[in-house]
């Protein structure tokens, strides 16, 4: 593949010993319309995938629940075999029902099940990270994850799992994972307008773990904001290249993880995510979300 022509903006962070770009992918829009079956351009999907490899990109955010098993099958279709470089990541704890629903599935053997199938769809023997999803789809709930972690920790020193996150979790279900075994990560719903994570955010920093936002640009509803829209007047940007520019200042451990179906979507999102916002600027859209 190309050697990209510029670094990523944002350069690299290191999830337990994998080195990647801190500017990554989420694949989960490459599915049919709400993440169900298959895209309507099958390879115009694994375009997008290719681009952001030859374009630098070293993480990519998945799982099997996507489509479901559309967005693993495409990866692997598109990249395998996957270069040394490149980190997977994948997560486990929701299904798909008919409906298109996302009902949880938490029980020892139905991770030991989803861990199986994201081998197996991927084509490989070991994922390389694992983020265990708690909540709902109204976000983070409270509750323990003990029993669902203890199997992901069990199932990583069998060696089918390099590393282990934690996704759509409380501040005392992350303290909780840690005391069982070593995470890397740490995925949340945070944005400029969504910053309940705040204090998370600075707490993992100082212990060296990443906090990787999704829906970093909204998700089904994208950023709206008086503060947001004045600021990328004034910078001559779109309001969401300011939001990723926003998070890419916020903490260096945070890493983006944006999808798109679009490969001219995704330059745009690498030029956008790359802008210096001048202090002025991010005081204003500080206040966005308090």
Not at 177 to 191: F, K
Not at 221 to 229: C, D, F, I, Y
Not at 240 to 259: D, E, H, K, T
Request: aromatic share 4%; proline share 8%; net charge negative.
């Amino acid at each position: 593949m190309d050697t990209p022509s510029a670094p990523l903006p944002g350069g690299t962070w290191t999830l337990g010993d994998s080195p990647v770009a801190r500017f990554g992918y989420g694949a989960m829009q490459l599915a049919g319309p709400w993440v169900m079956g298959p895209p309507a351009d099958h390879d115009g999907a694994l375009a997008v995938l290719r681009e952001a490899v030859s374009l630098g990109i070293t993480h990519i955010d998945t799982s099997d629940a996507y489509g479901p098993r559309i967005t693993n099958e495409l990866i692997r279709e598109a990249l395998h075999p996957y270069p040394e470089s490149l980190l997977i990541a994948t997560k486990v704890g929701a299904i798909r029902d008919a409906q298109g629903g996302w009902p949880t599935a938490r029980r020892p053997e139905d991770l030991r099940k989803q861990v199986h199938e994201n081998l197996q769809a991927l084509g490989v023997e070991t994922l390389d990270l694992v983020n265990m999803r708690m909540g709902d789809a109204q976000g983070p709930q409270p509750g323990s994850i003990t029993e669902a972690f203890e199997t992901l920790a069990g199932l990583q020193k069998e060696g089918l799992i390099r590393h282990l996150g934690v996704s759509n979790v409380t501040r005392e279900q992350v303290a909780e994972a840690r005391s069982i075994a070593p995470i890397v990560c740490v995925q949340n719903m945070y944005n400029l307008a969504h910053r309940h994570d705040d204090d998370l955010v600075d707490h993992l920093a100082a212990d060296g773990i990443a906090y990787v936002p999704f829906f970093p640009l909204g998700g089904f509803t994208p950023l709206q904001s008086e503060a947001l829209s004045q600021v990328a007047d004034r910078l001559g940007a779109t309001p969401m290249s300011i939001a990723l520019a926003w998070l890419m200042q916020r903490s260096p451990n945070i890493l983006l993880i944006p999808g798109t179906s679009s490969a001219a979507h995704l330059r745009e999102n690498i030029a956008g995510a790359g802008l210096t916002l001048p202090d002025e600027d991010v005081a204003e859209l500080n206040g966005i979300g308090h």
